[in-house]
């Protein structure tokens, strides 16, 4: 079984603050994708990373996949409120003719004003 | 264009009955994938299908089904309820199958157990 270990699972900071949340396997992943979520909302993507060792920046956001492609963070620069929510990884398995998802828990984040 | 669209938003059974929920995909996209996301925890697989067939299942017991029709819609049917089954179901669409497709998620049907 593939599980994806989430750290930390709540985090509540002041807006202006940095953080970074991590997310870790044992199972090597075809690529990981981190989501937002938002109560009452389904998840939405935020960025897909495929290989190993790469970064990708999304604003105040930083993607980092691991070079053995099994854990991955994401770290946030100066945190604003309309940050606040659940971030998800997701590791991919499959193929060509199947894709399924593997996510962690979850870390709740919240910015205060 | 519209996003994937899942009905009813909220559902309220009792153990022991059955649920068909409900999934429209993003126009074009052929490949439908069912989630369970319980309170506090990420979401969890349950199925996959393309063109009408399963392409992938997730560890849940035979209680839960699912089909795909000609429109690409498809439906999650889960018998017997119990407790655990609370829960909110995730529908995600992709334009095909295979680990290089981004998938879009609706907003999820609330399913309440009493």
């Known amino acids: 079984t593939q599980l994806l270990e989430q750290s930390p699972q709540f985090l509540s900071i002041q807006e202006g603050e940095n953080l970074t949340v991590y997310c870790n396997s044992s199972s090597v992943f075809s690529s990981l994708q981190w989501y937002r979520q938002e109560p009452g909302e389904g998840p939405v993507l935020l960025v897909t990373v495929v290989t190993g060792g790469e970064v990708k920046k999304l604003k105040r956001l930083t993607f980092q996949f691991g070079d053995a492609r099994k854990d991955s963070s994401l770290h946030i620069t100066a945190a604003q409120p309309g940050d606040t929510g659940l971030y998800l990884c997701?590791?991919?398995?499959?193929?060509?003719?199947?894709?399924?998802?593997?996510f962690g828990q979850g870390t709740i984040l919240t910015v205060h004003p | 264009d519209a996003g994937v669209t899942q009905s009813p938003t909220h559902l309220i059974k009792t153990r022991g009955q059955h649920v068909t929920l409900r999934c429209s995909p993003i126009s074009g996209h052929k490949s439908v994938s069912w989630y369970q996301q319980v309170l506090g925890q990420g979401p969890q697989f349950i199925f996959q299908y393309y063109e009408k067939e399963e392409r992938g299942r997730g560890n849940f017991p035979d209680r839960f089904s699912a089909r795909q029709f000609p429109n690409y819609s498809s439906e999650l049917n889960v018998n017997a309820l119990l407790l655990g089954d609370s829960a909110l179901y995730l529908c995600?669409?992709?334009?095909?199958?295979?680990?290089?497709?981004?998938?879009?998620f609706g907003d999820g049907t609330r399913l309440s157990i009493l």
């Open positions: 997701a590791g991919v398995t499959g193929g060509t003719s199947y894709g399924k998802l593997t």
């Open positions: 995600a669409s992709s334009l095909w199958t295979g680990t290089n497709q981004p998938q879009h």
